[in-house]
């Protein structure tokens, strides 16, 4: 028990340290920025004045982190100590009391747009996860059960054919079917309910052709196990045998590889948004954030999704644990 | 080597000849733009048509293979000499230096999802090539330092390793001409994959505008300015071409992967 606790403890350590390392980055990443922010945002045209009320306003006219190597007046850098009164921290006051500071363009909080966005792509990452499922689970049986034989060869290069078509040649490809050719739906946009079907098969689309073979190899590994043996000995129908006793064992490595595909999906959802204009973070951060350099959002998002990514794999790792015993023991 | 891996293999050297020879392959200025010709279907004078501007997209096909294959050949041959180098500090020192950088520095870059993390820093220092490549190395040499960290775990314990000890040869000889020539083995896998990954990171980037800008024919940005409707209604040629001239790309360099790893590991080759 002793042990366990510190495991646990462990772990959460180290999961503070990552989210400390990817917020500390993601706060410098402004620093990236060629030349001033303050002239990227408002443009060559703007005012030395607008270009100084714009720096107060969302505070870039302090030090960026505790020390600098700022220029004296005869252009020599030298080493110059700031204190705590800096960007850097700043920035973590204002995490740690909820507020991801307000957009560069509409003085809108970053927070209240990421919480706006948030729900269509978690709706549009559970959608791509629930067909990925639907389809690799029974093709994956199906494939393993008849290994070696036609089908399971065209079935696996189906199946990496769909890990090597990238989501935006599929995506356009489904659209000019679905949408241009047949009518049936919409091109884009999230207001009907059938508006999620094509942007979820897009996701998902490579993450179906990942589960098949993961369901596959699982498959022919359970069949050769002894049980197996035992469930036929007894009388059990082929079918029986799979779906109640092979497919039960084999889907545990399967759960792992959705837990860490979640994190996948909601990377690979920008994309997805982008083509079907599925309003999303991924929209938020492409079009509002990158597309109009519209810094505050940019940080916002990539620390909401990467957050994400990193509890979902944390959760993962868990209930992998749990679910396989002798990976606790090693 | 099997089917699937020659197969590859095959499509991979048409796609290098295509990119080295692209200037005597292509008959047509890739950002010669001739509206009088726009949304022309595939045909003798244009074989894989024109675009929305009139532009022949074979030549504009044939030039992208050129961004793919330099962005892909310089992302896995710096990703993998970089990472190369930092997993084998740590395979080979262990203690806090292993700790230090295969317990935190490969857990944070694991820990963040790669291609938000190219995004995130392309977006930040402004789109183009060299930005570009710079983004997938960073994201890049991790996996190859997590391979070449468990392979010099494995080989330095080998008994010729402490031969070379006994007979008094330094750290940096031991770990370069001991260990490294039999640790990398798997690294050839890993660069295959990784060729696979940054073709597709390219067009990924370059698609949401963030990779080579326009007019330059990269196959991501062909698809971003096929996938409007009135194109996607008048041509679908142009987004089919510069797909499957990815889709493939991508496929070649799986296969060749697949087919290099059942090969040096025989427990796969028996399934």
Redesign the interface.
Known sequence: MKHKLFGLLRRIG?LI??VW??VSL?TL??E???GDPAVAVLGEQATPEQLVQFRVKHGLDRPAFFFGFPADPNGRRSVKWYGIDNRYVDYWVAILHGDLGKSFRTDQPVIRLIFERYPATIELAIAAMLIAVAIAIPVGVVAGKNRGTLIDNSLS?VA??G????S??I???L??LF??KLGWLA?SGRFDWSDIILPAVTLGAALSAILTRMVR?SV?EELGEGYVRTARAKGLSERAVVYKHVLKNGLIPVVTVLGLQL??L???A??TE??FGWPGLGLL??ED???KRD?RI?QGC?LA??TT??IA?TLTDMLYRWLDPRIRVS | MNRLSIIGITIVIIFVLVAIFAPWLAHYDVGATNLAMRYMPPSAAHWFGTDATGRDIFSRVVFGARISLEVGVVVVVVSAFVGTMIGAIAGYYSGWVDSLLSGYLFNVFLAFPGLLLAIALVAFLGAGLNKLIFALCIIGWVGYARLIRAQVLKVREYDFVQAARALGAGDFRILLVHILPNAIQPLIVQASLGMAGAVLSEASLSFLGLGVPPPAPSWGVMIEEARDLSTLQAAPHALIFPGLAIALTVLAFNFIGDGLREYLDPRQRRR
């Open positions: 180290f340290l990552v390392t990817v993601v990443l402004i990236l920025v060629p290069v990496l054919i890990i090597s078509l990238p935006f040649v995506g356009p490809m659209v000019y949408a241009v091109p190899s022919i994190g996948v909601l990377a690979g920008i994309i982008k083509i951060l492409v954030g990158i597309g810094y940019v990539v999704i990467s990514y990193i794999n």
